[in-house]
């Protein structure tokens, strides 16, 4: 009993455990897996990636030659990001993914690589 | 005596998964209880047929969301040996690590989920207040909260260092007190322990026959672990001995009490493991696997029991999967368990067996009068050949 009244004083003079999401940004870590981007650039469309996705949300565009992403079909496993060669593929911390039409999750998400060394 | 048929689901507030049980009740005492299943299948299975071994692996995962390393830890049991690859000590302490900080997230949740089903909302909110502290750590350690596939085949996506280490272990700190508090909440309210005690009796025998797994059959005193009885990976460690937790009195309240030990003994491997990975040390660069053998089957401890996964490889690709998840094992002891009860103890004594239906649906067959068999050539085509 006493320490469930200690308990109540103390939630009562903290500060509250969630955030205040959409005013306030979240806190992810340094190795969060958001968005998938694809440097286009630097591809050079040797198709590991779309063997190994499980979805099939990387393809390549043998036209165009390098990695195009459906990202309403990505699963965010970081399994394309492992096989590349190039180090092309990588994912950013940002994790509002939602779109309103379905045509938008095939908007490509360019931009080098900002850990060129580093895997996934 | 007046024999009626009480409804409970497929969709229903006190039901967070699919599954129709159907009561047949005199007055609000139950007499005989069936259930039905097929709402919520998915197909896991069938999509990872034709797989290479390491996009099967990150497939695989995805039948579960709250144990998904253990199913990467099962097939990996699987696979590891058929491809004939060594793996490091510190690989597998990382796997040990995902493993036993998704047990306490599972119990936690569990724990929360009970509170919630008994009405207790405050508690609710504070069991999953310490669960936020396990997803931010695997967020940290592996880079998803939920999914976090941090698995390769043979190795692991990248190496814990020491920030990684101090992270868990000043986590575990934070914690450890709240849990302890909140079994202590769990033993002493009245309220908890009337609708525990007594009810959903599974006498030792019948655990036994019925071949229940995991907290259900510790709870009615049946040592079953897979972590002991046939060590894998880092659980064969000498320093990494698992203790099982296991209670005598056979009904919802020695289950509740198993898992609320469990995440204390989850802990204290923890801690040992931490101690015993070498936070300089690299994991070893991923590789493509070749699989010589055709026949593969792994077993690995979900938080709710034996998790199966039977592996058929041709020409390096998957050809054949079969998983058997912990409810499929537990779940023949419902309608039993049920019988005798008051009406009003139905959802308790649910989440006392903590079902995961989802994951455990893999095929829905209707049967009318006649038994029907579908042979997996009928299955692939979605209709029966006469």
């Given amino acids: 009993m006493v320490s469930m009244i200690i308990k109540v004083l103390k939630n009562l003079l903290s500060k509250p455990f969630t955030s205040k999401y959409p005013k306030e940004k979240a806190k992810v870590s340094v190795n969060f897996r958001g968005a998938i981007h694809v440097d286009q650039e630097n591809c050079i469309a040797c198709r590991l990636c779309e063997v190994n996705c499980p979805t099939g949300a990387i393809v390549v565009d043998t036209k165009k030659n390098y990695a195009v992403v459906d990202r309403s079909l990505c699963i965010l496993c970081g399994m394309c990001a492992e096989v590349c060669p190039v180090n092309v593929i990588w994912f950013s911390n940002d994790y509002e993914n939602a779109e309103k039409k379905k045509k938008d999750f095939r908007k490509q998400l360019p931009g080098p690589n900002p850990r060129p060394g580093k895997r996934s | ?386």
């Fill in chain 2, 1 to 386: 005596m007046h024999d009626k048929i009480f409804p409970i689901g497929p969709q229903h507030p006190s039901l967070k998964e699919p599954i129709f049980l159907k009561l047949h009740v005199d007055g609000s005492y139950i007499t005989k209880a069936e259930f039905n299943l097929g709402y919520a299948h998915r197909g896991v299975e069938k999509c990872a047929e034709g797989y290479l071994l390491d996009t099967a692996l990150h497939a695989v995962q995805r039948t579960c969301g709250i144990c998904s390393q253990c199913h990467s830890l099962a097939f990996l049991n699987a696979v590891e040996p058929m491809a004939g690859i060594e793996v490091p000590d510190k690989v597998y302490l990382q796997r040990l690590l995902s493993a036993e900080l998704e047990r306490i997230h599972s119990h936690l949740l569990w724990g929360g989920l009970m509170a919630h089903e008994i009405g207790l909302e405050t508690l609710f909110m504070y069991y999953w207040r310490e669960r936020e502290h396990i997803l931010d750590v695997f967020d940290d350690l592996t880079g998803n909260r939920v999914h976090h596939s941090p698995d390769l085949i043979g190795t692991a996506k990248r190496a814990f260092n020491r920030k990684n280490l101090d992270f868990i272990l000043e986590k575990l700190d934070l914690i450890e007190p709240e849990v302890k508090e909140l079994k202590e909440v769990m033993r002493s309210e009245r309220v908890i322990t009337s609708r525990f005690k007594k009810h959903g009796m599974i006498p030792r025998k019948m655990a036994i026959d019925l071949g229940l797994v995991g907290p259900t059959a510790r709870g009615s005193g049946v040592e079953n672990d897979v972590r002991v009885h046939d060590p894998y990976m880092a659980y064969a460690f000498k320093e990494l001995k698992v203790k099982p937790v296991v209670r005598n009195e056979c009904d919802s309240w020695g289950r509740s009490m198993v898992r609320c030990d469990e995440v204390f003994e989850s802990i204290g491997l923890i801690r040992k493991a931490c101690e015993m990975i070498d936070p300089k040390e690299d994991v070893p660069k991923r590789k493509n696997v070749f699989a010589k053998g055709t026949y593969g089957r792994g077993r690995s401890e979900a938080p709710r029991g034996e998790n199966f996964h039977f592996v058929k490889v041709e020409n390096n690709r998957i050809s054949r999967i079969k998983m058997r998840t912990p409810t499929l094992a537990n779940l023949i002891c419902y309608s039993r368990i049920m019988e005798g009860e008051d009406i009003t103890d139905v959802p308790v004594i649910m989440m006392s067996l903590d079902p995961c239906i989802s994951c455990m649906e893999r095929v829905a067959v209707i049967r009318n009068e006649k038994k029907e068999v579908w042979t997996s050539h009928e299955l692939f085509e979605g209709k029966k050949h006469d």
